[in-house]
């Protein structure tokens, strides 16, 4: 049996959406894999009754506790031991559910996934990954997108192995296509940082480089299929779809498969990665449908043994 845990009280609409979400989760999960729900019973089982739907159709971890967005993440983590994410986490890291999904506090998740499950070895630092849309209709894995504002070559490199071993084990990618997002398509082109990234990529070996890759381009699908770039670039363009998305849907433009692929709601989650077990966080704004598909991604990656894969690429590289 496969558990999908999930903070029922993250979230801005929680617990309603959450319940929600997970209720139509149901019907797209895997026969052998569960949801357990973290968070207030009494809250949660008048909303499976409103839905229809049996109170034994879940797993429920009574809570008694939530982590607000405004709490002190790393403070709210220790003194509110008996929250949702808080309780979550702790069943994740002794591995009573196999996956962590929440669209509450960013940063009390970033807090759990780094000191309950923390870091795989070898990693030197976690991030944050997220697919855009592309003409070609196969999704592009970019990261990171706003976890490391700041980083060194060497840690765009591990970025680069990270994002190839997620898109061939989750998006069923073989032999994903691996890029660094630059100035030009040209080796001399870019800042030191690219120079040097570049560099690294190019003798790695582990993944099938393409070189350096336009803006241009990304949402072409033609190039690449994993985009590498710092947390600053990659949150700026994620922040940027989001926005043309939104444009567009005032224009009256958004009624296509490219433009409704980046509604945000389609996507879900974004998965935590370079860590020791699976950990997606939504956004704070999630819908029901928004949950159903952050719970999807976190079986998605659980199912695929990312974390495991991961683990044995980095001992590999030890």
Known sequence: MLKIGVDAMGGDFAPEAAVKGAVLALGSLAPESRIVLFGDRTRIEPLLAAEGCPADRFDIVHTTEVIEMGDHPAKAFQSKS?????????????GAVQGFASAGSTGAMMVGSMYAVK????VIRPTISSTVPTLSGRPVVLLDVGLNVDCKPEVLEQYALIGSIYAEAVLGVARPRVALLNIGEEEAKGNAQTKAAHELMKQSGRYDFAG???????????????????????????KLVEGLYRINGKLGCADNRFWSSMNYENVGGTPVLGVNAPVVIGHGCSTPLAIKNMILTTE???RADLSGRLRRAFQHEN
């Open 82 to 94: 008996d929250s949702s994410i808080t309780v979550g986490f702790g069943h994740l890291a002794r």
């Open 119 to 122: 870091p795989i070895e070898g």
């Open 300 to 302: 998605q990656c659980a």
């Open 212 to 238: 350096n890759i336009e803006a241009s381009h990304l949402f072409a699908g033609d190039v690449a299929d994993v985009v590498v770039c710092d947390g600053f670039v990659g949150n700026t363009v994620l």
